[in-house]
């Protein structure tokens, strides 16, 4: 799981779902959205509004170590633990 706080350290939310810790998480889609990447070999695209998943990525054969979303595109780029770059679109 992963949580979102204010800058003053207010808890705000908690985004469930990942089976294994999270390794990553980067904002995207003008800050709308959250990606997070996990032990779990999964990427996850969250709703920040409603703190849900809306897609689940998959197809990492190991750890997704690190998750970064394009500022320009509705794209994702992910790399794991088993040699892997990915380009979600």
């Given amino acids: 799981s992963a949580a979102l706080w204010s800058d003053d350290g207010t808890f ?3 985004f469930l779902g990942h089976r294994d810790g999270v390794c990553s998480v ?4 003008g800050g709308y959205c959250l990606v997070t990447a996990s032990m779990d070999r999964q990427v996850r ?5 409603t703190a849900s998943s809306v897609q689940v990525l998959r197809g990492h054969k190991e750890e997704v ?3 970064a979303c394009s500022p320009v595109a509705k794209a994702v780029v992910t790399a794991s633990k088993d040699g892997t770059v990915k380009l979600w679109a």
């Avoid at 980067?26 to 889609?29: K, S, V």
């Fill in 12 to 14: 705000l939310k908690s």
């Fill in 45 to 49: 695209l969250w709703d920040l509004e």
């Fill in 65 to 67: 170590l690190t998750a």
């Fill in 26 to 29: 980067a904002f995207g889609l």
